[in-house]
């Protein structure tokens, strides 16, 4: 099957401080790529879905501003958590579909964010 | 998308198959039902999707009803490896306009014990 490849898979940050969240597509170029966060003992919500060489679509109540993206080539989509604050340490998940499979998702495996 | 209700928890012994029941009562015509899985602390892992026929394949089997507003996932001899958060989920089929992300449920529970 596609890889999805997400990096780091965990990171501990200072409240304040920005942290990057790459997702790469190993195989496979994707034009879209999905963010999704997970808090402790909850279903996945999706963020907002990244477009390659266009703005990223968010969903209702997630800051634009907060949690920016960039979808800059096929194969790599980075999530930047602007000024951290406790509140965001959570598990960010990306995920994508190869041409061919758009009725699968292949997900990354996960970063973990804690912020202090 | 419709809703769909599964059960909070579920328990199999190793080695037997374990049944995952989803109601899905209010399914449209051109919906498909998908099943993902989430190990621990991992990302979300395709299993199997149908529209109206009864699937099979290395991972699982998927019974749809003649009616389509319930279906049962099936692992066959299922392993302590397939303990996991498994999530029905219902959506429209793929129809060229450009994927979409998956809306998730809270899923079922699944403990194989030992």
């Known amino acids: 099957g596609a890889v999805v490849s997400q990096h780091p898979s965990w990171v501990i940050c200072k409240s304040g401080t920005s942290v990057k969240i790459e997702c790469r597509s190993l195989?496979?170029?994707?034009?879209?790529m999905f963010w999704y966060r997970q808090f402790p003992k909850q279903s996945l919500m999706l963020m907002a879905t990244s477009n390659e060489g266009s703005k990223a679509t968010y969903e209702q109540g997630v800051e634009k501003d907060k949690f920016l993206i960039n979808h800059a080539s096929l194969t790599l989509s980075t999530l930047t958590v602007t000024s951290a604050h406790p509140e965001d340490s959570s598990f960010y998940i990306c995920?994508?579909?190869?041409?061919?499979?758009?009725?699968?998702?292949?997900f990354g495996s996960g970063t973990q964010l804690s912020v202090l | 998308d419709a809703k769909t209700t599964q059960p909070t928890s579920m328990d199999c012994a190793e080695g037997r198959a374990a049944n995952l029941p989803c109601n899905h009562s209010?399914?449209?015509?051109?919906?498909?039902v998908y099943w993902y899985r989430q190990i621990h602390s991992q990302g979300p892992q395709y299993i199997i999707h149908g529209l109206k026929n009864n699937e099979t394949n290395e991972m699982a089997s998927l019974i749809i009803t003649e009616d389509r507003k319930s279906s049962t996932l099936i692992l066959p001899h299922a392993t302590l490896r397939d303990t996991a958060v498994y999530y029905c989920i219902v959506r429209a089929g793929y129809s060229g306009g450009g994927a979409d992300g998956l809306t998730f449920g809270k899923g079922t529970h699944l403990i194989i014990q030992p």
């Open positions: 195989d496979f170029q994707a034009t879209t």
């Open positions: 995920s994508a579909t190869p041409p061919g499979q758009l009725e699968k998702l292949f």
């Open positions: 209010t399914i449209s015509g051109n919906e498909y």
